[in-house]
C-alpha cells in the first residue's frame, strides 16, 4: 500500500512566515491534487514549546544560522517559528485538510530538535510514525513538503531505514537554501541513499 507523507505545508514555512521558505506555498495546491490518489495521507507538523533549544532567541548573543552544542548535537539556530498553537504552527490555509488521515506532531522536546517525521535528530525517540505505517500494509512512501534541505531530506532517509520503497515528489518540495547549494546537495544525497525521484504528473 502507497502512502502521501505531508511534510511541514505550515504558515511559518511559507512566504512571509516566520521561517519562510521561498515559493514554500506552491506546493500546497500539488499536495492537494496528490491527495485523492493515495489510500493513505499523513501529514507532520513542526510543533516547538517556546522554550525550544532550537531557537536563536532562547540563546544568549545568538543569531539565526549560527551552530551550536545542544545536549551533545550540532544545531543550527532558527528563528523562532511553528510554536504550538500559535498562527503560524498551522496547516497552510489552502490544504484540504480533510483528506489528511492523521497528523505526527515532532519538535515538542525543547532539549532536542526533529528534523525527520519519524525521529528526533539524535534517533533516541520515534514519533510513532513509522509504526504506524507499518501497522496499515504500507510499503511505498510518497513524501514532499518544506523544507527539502532538512525535514523532507531526514523524513525520506528515516523512511528508507524502515524499509519503505520512498518516493520523493520533486516539483512539490521548496528548501530553505542557507548556503547555496543546499536543495541541490539534499537532492542528491537522497538520490545515492536510494531515495527514487519522481513528479507530481507521474503520480496523478
Ligand atoms: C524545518 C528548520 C527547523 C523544516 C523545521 O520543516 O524543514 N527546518 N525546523
Ligand atoms: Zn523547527
Known amino acids: 500500500m502507497k502512502a502521501l507523507l505531508l511534510i511541514d505545508l ?11 521558505v521561498k515559493e514554500g506555498d506552491e506546493v500546497i495546491p500539488i499536495a492537494n491534487a496528490l491527495m485523492p490518489h493515495f489510500d493513505l495521507v499523513v501529514a507532520t507538523q513542526d510543533w516547538h514549546p517556546a522554550n525550544h533549544g532550537s531557537f536563536a532567541a532562547n540563546h544568549p548573543w545568538r ?4 551552530i551550536i552544542d545542544l545536549n551533545g548535537l550540532q544545531q543550527i539556530l532558527w528563528p523562532i517559528h511553528c510554536v ?3 498562527f503560524g504552527a498551522q496547516l497552510h490555509p489552502q ?4 483528506g489528511i488521515h492523521k497528523i505526527f506532531y515532532k519538535g515538542t ?3 532536542i530538535d526533529s528534523y525527520s517525521g519519524f525521529f528526533d535528530n539524535g534517533h533516541r525517540k520515534a514519533t510513532g510514525l513509522g509504526d504506524f505505517l507499518k501497522e496499515k ?19 525520506a532517509l528515516d523512511a528508507l531505514e524502515f524499509g519503505f520503497k520512498t518516493y520523493l515528489v520533486a516539483d512539490a518540495c521548496r528548501g530553505v537554501e542557507l548556503k547555496e547549494g543546499d536543495i541541490e546537495n539534499a537532492l542528491q544525497e537522497m538520490v545515492d541513499k536510494g531515495v527514487q525521484i519522481t513528479y507530481s504528473q507521474a503520480v496523478i
Open 10 to 20: 505550515q504558515i511559518d514555512f511559507c512566504p512571509n512566515g516566520a521561517l519562510e
Open 109 to 111: 522536546d525543547p532539549e
Open 63 to 66: 543569531k539565526p544560522g549560527q
Open 84 to 86: 504550538q498553537d500559535s
Open 95 to 98: 490544504l484540504d485538510q480533510e
Open 137 to 155: 500494509g504500507v510499503d511505498e512512501v510518497y513524501i514532499l513538503g518544506l523544507a527539502t534541505d532538512y525535514c523532507v531530506k531526514f523524513s
